[in-house]
């Protein structure tokens, strides 16, 4: 079976730093991506982690730990922009499977 | 990256009918994906467009429900059966490059559906 779990909502401060968790129980791990998606459009790509250990992309960072089966996306100076759903997915094979998705509200 | 462009971009039908769903990239691709988003869900896979053979289905998801076609490496199609309420949903298209890490895909602009 496959379990991906992120909080469902979260809110924070224009400016301020989020940290967005997704922890995940699934046989076959092949990496893990982080997308980003505003209201009425498509998923756009943010990150991949395959190895343990961060990846930094300018305002966004993703950490990934295979032994505990958890990943978080970490936003700095956030915008009003980043008003969005987050969502994790981990690939098995080629597959992705999501997660329940973060929607995620920055306040001015 | 891909561009990947789905027609129509929404529709609303009434239950019972069958609403196909197009999906072209403007690129070879091995690999096409049909997912479903239900309102304020995540997504779901529903199958992988095999091109040249049936699609591979996912649990919970059967071929006479949601035929797919996939003629060629730049399009696919997806056909919603027999609609109820339930089956209003967003359907997204994705391409991806499988056998080629990082697997990364791209969505196309997805079709927003409404059963009456």
């Known amino acids: 079976g496959q379990n991906i779990d992120q909080p469902t909502e979260m809110t924070a401060t224009e400016g301020a730093i989020v940290q967005i968790n997704c922890t995940y129980q699934?046989?076959?791990?092949?990496?893990l991506f982080w997308y980003q998606q505003h209201a009425g459009e498509a998923p756009t790509f943010l990150s991949y982690n395959v190895l343990d250990g961060l990846e930094e992309k300018g305002r966004f960072s993703s950490f990934l730990s295979r032994s505990k089966g958890y990943s978080y996306l970490l936003l700095k100076e956030l915008q009003m922009k980043d008003s969005a759903s987050y969502l994790c997915a981990v690939i098995r094979t080629y597959k992705y499977i999501f997660g329940t998705g973060t929607r995620l509200k920055v306040l001015a | 990256s891909a561009v990947i462009s789905q027609k129509p971009s929404r529709d609303i039908c009434q239950r019972g009918t069958s609403l196909t769903i197009q999906c072209q990239v403007d690129s070879q691709v091995t690999m096409m994906f049909w997912y479903r988003q239900q309102p304020g869900q995540s997504l779901t896979l529903i199958a992988t467009a095999n091109q040249g053979s049936e699609a591979t289905y996912e649990s919970g998801f059967v071929i006479d429900k949601f035929p797919i076609s996939r003629p060629n490496l730049t399009f696919s199609t997806l056909t919603v059966s027999n609609m109820s309420p339930e089956d209003s949903s967003i359907y997204l298209c994705?391409?991806?490059?499988?056998?080629?890490?990082?697997?990364?895909?791209?969505f196309g602009p997805g079709t927003r559906l409404t059963v009456t």
């Open positions: 994705s391409v991806g490059t499988a056998g080629v890490p990082p697997y990364e895909q791209y």
């Open positions: 699934t046989s076959g791990f092949n990496g």
